[in-house]
């Protein structure tokens, strides 16, 4: 199982980014996808999800209106969309697979990619 995101990087204040994940090793379609975060100093919170068809997202308070999760089950790739970027936004953001079966839960996260959001 392999999960590789791409995209992060230095972006000004107001700035724009797009995460890329790509699964391998597993069946992409059968698990929902999600995107967490983690800043130093503080614990990995989850900042979006999308379900395995990708028909139902859901967004942390602090990401709505700002970010859109989305995910392609042909290229087994999800998408996480930052827009108006804020320097608090400056994290590790991390793609995690996660499928719910009779005995338990299926859980994969990938290494992550660093975003900073400076001037």
């Known amino acids: 199982v392999q999960l590789v995101e791409s995209g992060g990087g230095l972006v000004q204040p107001g700035g724009s980014l797009r995460l890329s994940c790509v699964a391998s090793?597993?069946?992409?379609?059968?698990?929902?996808m999600n995107w967490g975060r983690q800043a130093p100093g503080k614990e990995r919170e989850l900042v979006a999800a999308?379900?395995?068809?990708?028909?139902?997202?859901n967004y942390a308070d602090f990401v709505k209106g700002r970010f859109t999760i989305s995910r392609d089950n042909a290229k087994n790739t999800v998408y996480l969309q930052l827009n108006s970027l804020k320097p608090e936004d400056t994290a590790v953001y991390f793609c995690?697979?996660?499928?719910?079966?009779?005995?338990?839960?299926?859980?994969?996260w990938g290494q992550g990619t660093q975003v900073t959001v400076s001037s």
């Open positions: 999308i379900s395995s068809t990708g028909t139902n997202t």
């Open positions: 995690n697979a996660r499928q719910f079966t009779t005995w338990g839960v299926n859980d994969y």
């Open positions: 090793g597993f069946t992409f379609s059968n698990y929902h």
